[in-house]
Protein backbone atom coordinates (compact mmCIF):
# COMPACT_ATOMS: atom_id res chain seq x y z
CA UNK A 1 0.00 0.00 0.00
CA UNK A 2 1.36 3.69 -1.07
CA UNK A 3 1.88 6.30 2.04
CA UNK A 4 -0.89 8.85 1.76
CA UNK A 5 1.44 11.11 0.95
CA UNK A 6 2.10 9.54 -2.38
CA UNK A 7 -1.35 9.94 -2.91
CA UNK A 8 -1.70 13.69 -1.78
CA UNK A 9 0.95 14.34 -3.99
CA UNK A 10 -0.38 13.16 -6.96
CA UNK A 11 -4.02 14.42 -6.55
CA UNK A 12 -1.95 17.90 -6.58
CA UNK A 13 -0.05 17.24 -9.48
CA UNK A 14 -2.99 16.67 -10.86
CA UNK A 15 -5.01 19.60 -9.81
CA UNK A 16 -1.75 21.79 -11.16
CA UNK A 17 -1.68 20.68 -14.39
CA UNK A 18 -5.20 20.21 -15.44
CA UNK A 19 -5.79 23.95 -13.89
CA UNK A 20 -2.85 25.13 -15.79
CA UNK A 21 -4.46 24.11 -19.00
CA UNK A 22 -8.01 25.29 -17.74
CA UNK A 23 -5.90 28.89 -17.19
CA UNK A 24 -4.32 29.21 -20.33
CA UNK A 25 -7.35 27.88 -22.88
CA UNK A 26 -9.63 30.32 -20.60
CA UNK A 27 -6.99 33.10 -20.17
CA UNK A 28 -8.83 35.57 -22.42
CA UNK A 29 -12.37 35.06 -20.67
CA UNK A 30 -10.56 35.17 -16.93
CA UNK A 31 -8.70 38.87 -18.59
CA UNK A 32 -11.92 39.95 -19.64
CA UNK A 33 -13.62 38.99 -16.11
CA UNK A 34 -10.97 40.42 -14.44
CA UNK A 35 -11.46 44.11 -16.38
CA UNK A 36 -14.56 43.71 -15.78
CA UNK A 37 -15.32 43.47 -20.04
CA UNK A 38 -17.21 40.71 -19.85
CA UNK A 39 -20.35 41.82 -17.82
CA UNK A 40 -22.72 42.22 -21.34
CA UNK A 41 -22.40 38.51 -22.20
CA UNK A 42 -22.24 37.70 -18.27
CA UNK A 43 -24.35 34.85 -18.10
CA UNK A 44 -25.48 35.42 -14.75
CA UNK A 45 -28.81 35.03 -16.39
CA UNK A 46 -28.93 31.52 -17.92
CA UNK A 47 -31.35 32.62 -20.27
CA UNK A 48 -30.43 34.86 -22.56
CA UNK A 49 -31.74 32.82 -25.64
CA UNK A 50 -35.23 32.84 -24.65
CA UNK A 51 -35.00 36.33 -22.73
CA UNK A 52 -38.78 37.35 -21.53
CA UNK A 53 -40.10 41.11 -20.26
CA UNK A 54 -39.29 40.95 -16.53
CA UNK A 55 -42.91 42.26 -15.14
CA UNK A 56 -42.71 45.33 -12.15
CA UNK A 57 -45.07 46.02 -9.67
CA UNK A 58 -46.58 49.76 -9.64
CA UNK A 59 -43.92 50.64 -6.39
CA UNK A 60 -40.71 49.20 -8.42
CA UNK A 61 -41.99 51.15 -11.42
CA UNK A 62 -42.47 54.53 -9.60
CA UNK A 63 -39.17 54.55 -8.14
CA UNK A 64 -38.29 54.46 -11.69
CA UNK A 65 -40.39 57.12 -12.77
CA UNK A 66 -39.13 59.11 -9.86
CA UNK A 67 -35.39 58.62 -10.43
CA UNK A 68 -36.29 59.56 -14.17
CA UNK A 69 -35.00 56.29 -14.90
CA UNK A 70 -35.88 54.14 -17.87
CA UNK A 71 -37.88 54.98 -20.86
CA UNK A 72 -41.90 54.97 -20.52
CA UNK A 73 -43.15 53.20 -23.97
CA UNK A 74 -47.42 53.06 -24.17
CA UNK A 75 -48.40 50.09 -26.11
CA UNK A 76 -52.27 51.50 -26.61
CA UNK A 77 -53.40 52.91 -29.87
CA UNK A 78 -53.35 56.35 -30.45
CA UNK A 79 -56.33 57.59 -29.81
CA UNK A 80 -56.31 55.93 -26.15
CA UNK A 81 -52.94 57.56 -25.72
CA UNK A 82 -54.13 60.74 -26.45
CA UNK A 83 -56.78 61.00 -24.03
CA UNK A 84 -54.20 60.07 -21.10
CA UNK A 85 -50.72 58.60 -20.32
CA UNK A 86 -48.39 58.29 -17.59
CA UNK A 87 -46.21 61.28 -17.99
CA UNK A 88 -43.47 61.75 -20.33
CA UNK A 89 -44.69 58.44 -21.80
CA UNK A 90 -43.96 57.37 -25.18
CA UNK A 91 -46.51 55.99 -27.52
CA UNK A 92 -45.80 52.76 -29.50
CA UNK A 93 -48.97 51.25 -30.62
CA UNK A 94 -48.60 46.94 -30.58
CA UNK A 95 -50.93 47.38 -34.25
CA UNK A 96 -48.06 50.05 -35.90
CA UNK A 97 -44.56 48.47 -34.60
CA UNK A 98 -43.83 47.02 -37.61
CA UNK A 99 -44.08 50.36 -39.04
CA UNK A 100 -42.39 52.66 -36.69
CA UNK A 101 -39.77 50.55 -35.33
CA UNK A 102 -36.95 52.13 -37.78
CA UNK A 103 -38.24 55.57 -36.63
CA UNK A 104 -38.17 54.46 -33.03
CA UNK A 105 -34.72 52.17 -33.16
CA UNK A 106 -33.12 55.65 -34.19
CA UNK A 107 -34.68 57.19 -31.15
CA UNK A 108 -34.28 55.26 -28.80
CA UNK A 109 -30.73 52.75 -28.01
CA UNK A 110 -30.73 49.40 -27.60
CA UNK A 111 -29.05 49.77 -24.08
CA UNK A 112 -32.13 52.04 -22.59
CA UNK A 113 -34.60 50.35 -20.40
CA UNK A 114 -37.97 50.12 -21.81
CA UNK A 115 -41.21 49.92 -19.34
CA UNK A 116 -44.27 48.88 -21.24
CA UNK A 117 -47.69 49.21 -20.33
CA UNK A 118 -51.56 49.41 -21.60
CA UNK A 119 -54.33 49.01 -20.04
CA UNK A 120 -53.83 47.13 -16.94
CA UNK A 121 -53.86 43.29 -15.96
CA UNK A 122 -56.25 42.15 -18.52
CA UNK A 123 -54.21 43.71 -21.77
CA UNK A 124 -51.45 41.91 -22.97
CA UNK A 125 -50.59 44.41 -25.36
CA UNK A 126 -47.32 45.38 -23.05
CA UNK A 127 -45.96 41.71 -23.09
CA UNK A 128 -46.61 41.48 -26.98
CA UNK A 129 -44.84 44.43 -27.40
CA UNK A 130 -42.08 43.73 -24.61
CA UNK A 131 -41.41 40.00 -26.78
CA UNK A 132 -41.04 42.20 -30.09
CA UNK A 133 -38.93 44.33 -28.67
CA UNK A 134 -36.55 41.89 -27.14
CA UNK A 135 -36.70 40.25 -30.66
CA UNK A 136 -35.70 43.47 -32.10
CA UNK A 137 -32.38 43.68 -30.18
CA UNK A 138 -33.82 45.86 -26.74
CA UNK A 139 -31.77 44.93 -23.63
CA UNK A 140 -33.74 45.55 -21.05
CA UNK A 141 -37.69 45.30 -21.17
CA UNK A 142 -39.81 45.59 -17.80
CA UNK A 143 -43.44 44.97 -18.08
CA UNK A 144 -45.65 47.49 -15.83
CA UNK A 145 -48.50 44.96 -15.95
CA UNK A 146 -51.00 47.38 -13.76
CA UNK A 147 -50.75 49.64 -16.65
CA UNK A 148 -52.35 53.05 -16.82
CA UNK A 149 -55.33 52.13 -14.64
CA UNK A 150 -53.46 51.13 -11.73
CA UNK A 151 -51.49 54.22 -12.08
CA UNK A 152 -53.81 56.72 -12.93
CA UNK A 153 -55.62 54.71 -9.42
CA UNK A 154 -52.57 55.72 -7.15
CA UNK A 155 -52.77 59.14 -8.29
CA UNK A 156 -49.41 59.17 -9.59
CA UNK A 157 -48.56 61.78 -12.36
CA UNK A 158 -50.63 61.22 -15.78
CA UNK A 159 -50.80 64.07 -18.58
CA UNK A 160 -52.85 64.41 -21.86
CA UNK A 161 -56.31 63.96 -19.61
CA UNK A 162 -58.75 66.33 -20.70
CA UNK A 163 -60.17 68.97 -17.97
CA UNK B 1 -2.25 -13.47 -5.81
CA UNK B 2 -2.06 -17.17 -5.11
CA UNK B 3 -5.44 -19.08 -6.25
CA UNK B 4 -6.87 -20.99 -3.01
CA UNK B 5 -7.98 -20.12 0.47
CA UNK B 6 -5.41 -18.82 3.07
CA UNK B 7 -5.42 -20.88 6.27
CA UNK B 8 -8.20 -18.91 8.56
CA UNK B 9 -8.82 -16.19 5.76
CA UNK B 10 -11.42 -15.30 3.58
CA UNK B 11 -11.59 -17.38 0.15
CA UNK B 12 -9.97 -15.42 -2.46
CA UNK B 13 -11.00 -17.44 -5.36
CA UNK B 14 -14.37 -16.46 -5.06
CA UNK B 15 -14.43 -12.65 -4.58
CA UNK B 16 -11.29 -11.70 -7.03
CA UNK B 17 -12.90 -12.16 -9.76
CA UNK B 18 -16.41 -10.12 -9.38
CA UNK B 19 -14.39 -7.51 -7.67
CA UNK B 20 -12.35 -7.40 -10.55
CA UNK B 21 -14.84 -6.70 -12.86
CA UNK B 22 -16.86 -4.24 -10.75
CA UNK B 23 -13.71 -2.67 -10.32
CA UNK B 24 -13.94 -1.91 -14.32
CA UNK B 25 -16.88 -1.02 -14.56
CA UNK B 26 -17.06 1.76 -11.58
CA UNK B 27 -13.75 3.39 -13.42
CA UNK B 28 -15.49 3.02 -16.73
CA UNK B 29 -18.88 4.28 -15.72
CA UNK B 30 -17.41 6.94 -13.30
CA UNK B 31 -14.56 7.96 -15.59
CA UNK B 32 -16.74 8.52 -18.60
CA UNK B 33 -19.54 10.66 -16.90
CA UNK B 34 -16.78 12.74 -15.44
CA UNK B 35 -15.29 12.87 -18.93
CA UNK B 36 -18.26 14.05 -20.09
CA UNK B 37 -19.36 16.44 -17.74
CA UNK B 38 -16.04 18.39 -17.82
CA UNK B 39 -15.95 18.24 -21.82
CA UNK B 40 -19.54 19.75 -22.11
CA UNK B 41 -18.50 22.62 -19.42
CA UNK B 42 -14.94 23.09 -21.49
CA UNK B 43 -17.48 23.61 -24.49
CA UNK B 44 -18.92 26.95 -22.73
CA UNK B 45 -17.28 28.11 -20.27
CA UNK B 46 -18.74 31.52 -20.01
CA UNK B 47 -22.57 29.86 -19.50
CA UNK B 48 -21.04 27.38 -16.91
CA UNK B 49 -19.93 30.14 -14.81
CA UNK B 50 -22.74 31.99 -15.02
CA UNK B 51 -24.19 28.53 -13.42
CA UNK B 52 -21.84 28.70 -10.84
CA UNK B 53 -22.68 32.54 -10.24
CA UNK B 54 -26.10 31.01 -9.41
CA UNK B 55 -25.01 29.41 -6.78
CA UNK B 56 -23.74 33.15 -5.13
CA UNK B 57 -20.76 31.08 -2.91
CA UNK B 58 -18.21 32.95 -4.84
CA UNK B 59 -17.18 36.23 -5.85
CA UNK B 60 -17.43 37.35 -9.30
CA UNK B 61 -13.83 36.69 -10.26
CA UNK B 62 -13.99 33.52 -8.37
CA UNK B 63 -16.91 31.94 -10.63
CA UNK B 64 -14.62 32.33 -14.08
CA UNK B 65 -11.61 31.07 -12.08
CA UNK B 66 -13.56 27.56 -11.23
CA UNK B 67 -15.36 27.80 -14.63
CA UNK B 68 -12.13 28.06 -16.27
CA UNK B 69 -10.23 25.41 -14.31
CA UNK B 70 -12.32 22.89 -12.60
CA UNK B 71 -13.74 21.16 -15.71
CA UNK B 72 -10.12 20.73 -16.91
CA UNK B 73 -9.64 18.54 -13.25
CA UNK B 74 -12.92 16.70 -14.07
CA UNK B 75 -11.26 15.52 -17.44
CA UNK B 76 -8.39 14.76 -16.60
CA UNK B 77 -9.50 12.34 -13.41
CA UNK B 78 -12.32 11.00 -16.14
CA UNK B 79 -9.63 9.85 -18.03
CA UNK B 80 -7.25 8.91 -15.93
CA UNK B 81 -10.10 6.42 -14.21
CA UNK B 82 -11.04 5.12 -17.83
CA UNK B 83 -7.28 4.54 -18.87
CA UNK B 84 -6.62 2.97 -15.36
CA UNK B 85 -3.39 5.05 -14.62
CA UNK B 86 -3.59 7.01 -11.08
CA UNK B 87 -6.99 5.66 -10.29
CA UNK B 88 -6.08 6.33 -6.53
CA UNK B 89 -5.98 10.27 -6.87
CA UNK B 90 -8.11 10.15 -9.58
CA UNK B 91 -10.61 8.78 -7.62
CA UNK B 92 -10.14 10.65 -4.51
CA UNK B 93 -10.23 13.95 -6.54
CA UNK B 94 -13.77 12.85 -7.55
CA UNK B 95 -14.82 11.82 -4.35
CA UNK B 96 -13.97 14.98 -2.95
CA UNK B 97 -15.60 17.70 -5.90
CA UNK B 98 -18.75 15.36 -5.25
CA UNK B 99 -18.51 16.29 -1.93
CA UNK B 100 -17.92 20.15 -2.54
CA UNK B 101 -20.92 19.72 -5.12
CA UNK B 102 -22.88 17.77 -2.67
CA UNK B 103 -22.18 20.59 -0.44
CA UNK B 104 -23.08 23.49 -2.92
CA UNK B 105 -26.36 21.40 -3.94
CA UNK B 106 -27.70 21.20 -0.43
CA UNK B 107 -26.48 25.20 0.65
CA UNK B 108 -28.88 25.79 -2.37
CA UNK B 109 -31.70 23.72 -1.43
CA UNK B 110 -31.35 25.39 2.01
CA UNK B 111 -31.50 28.99 0.70
CA UNK B 112 -34.19 28.18 -1.55
CA UNK B 113 -32.33 28.98 -4.79
CA UNK B 114 -34.21 27.99 -7.48
CA UNK B 115 -30.82 27.28 -9.93
CA UNK B 116 -29.87 24.68 -12.73
CA UNK B 117 -27.49 22.53 -11.17
CA UNK B 118 -25.09 23.10 -14.01
CA UNK B 119 -23.38 19.64 -13.65
CA UNK B 120 -23.66 18.69 -17.51
CA UNK B 121 -25.03 20.19 -20.21
CA UNK B 122 -24.87 24.20 -19.42
CA UNK B 123 -28.19 26.39 -20.56
CA UNK B 124 -30.97 24.34 -21.68
CA UNK B 125 -33.55 22.79 -19.26
CA UNK B 126 -33.09 22.80 -15.83
CA UNK B 127 -31.90 20.06 -13.47
CA UNK B 128 -33.46 20.78 -10.33
CA UNK B 129 -30.62 20.89 -6.91
CA UNK B 130 -32.94 17.67 -5.21
CA UNK B 131 -32.31 15.34 -8.17
CA UNK B 132 -28.49 16.83 -8.76
CA UNK B 133 -28.05 16.18 -5.10
CA UNK B 134 -29.52 12.36 -5.36
CA UNK B 135 -27.24 12.12 -8.70
CA UNK B 136 -24.31 13.45 -6.30
CA UNK B 137 -24.72 10.73 -3.75
CA UNK B 138 -24.87 8.13 -6.13
CA UNK B 139 -21.74 9.18 -7.62
CA UNK B 140 -20.09 9.59 -4.01
CA UNK B 141 -21.23 5.97 -2.99
CA UNK B 142 -19.63 4.61 -6.60
CA UNK B 143 -16.42 6.38 -5.32
CA UNK B 144 -16.31 4.84 -1.99
CA UNK B 145 -17.05 1.20 -3.60
CA UNK B 146 -13.92 2.04 -6.08
CA UNK B 147 -11.97 3.56 -3.41
CA UNK B 148 -12.53 0.46 -1.25
CA UNK B 149 -12.14 -2.38 -3.84
CA UNK B 150 -8.39 -0.30 -4.70
CA UNK B 151 -7.33 -0.68 -1.16
CA UNK B 152 -8.30 -3.87 -0.71
CA UNK B 153 -6.14 -5.43 -3.52
CA UNK B 154 -3.09 -3.28 -2.46
CA UNK B 155 -3.55 -4.51 1.33
CA UNK B 156 -1.44 -7.70 1.90
CA UNK B 157 -3.66 -10.71 2.87
CA UNK B 158 -4.12 -11.14 6.52
CA UNK B 159 -1.90 -13.63 7.87
Redesign the interface.
Same mark, same amino acid.
Given at each position: ??PPRT =?IT??VV??A #? %? %?A?? =?A +??RQ? =?VE? +?TGK #?QR???? #? %?T??DRLPLPLGVMQVKELFDRGEGYFLDARDAATFAGGHIRGARSLPLGEFETRLPEFRKQVPKTMPLIIYCNGYGCHDSMDLGKKLIQAGYWEIFIFEGGYPEWKEAGYPVEGTKP | MERGGLPGGRDQTVTEAPRKYLKLALRIVLGGIFLYAGMLK?AD? &??????V &??YKLLP??GN??V &???????E???GV?LIIGI $?T $???A??ILLMNLVFAVALSSAIIRGLDI?CGCFR??GPKTSPWIALLRDLAFIAGTVVLLWLD?CR???PAA
Open positions: MK =LEIII #V %A %AIG =L +WNM =LS +W #VSSPT #V %ATT | IP &ATFAGS &AATFYL &AATLPWVVFCL $R $RPATLDQGTTEP
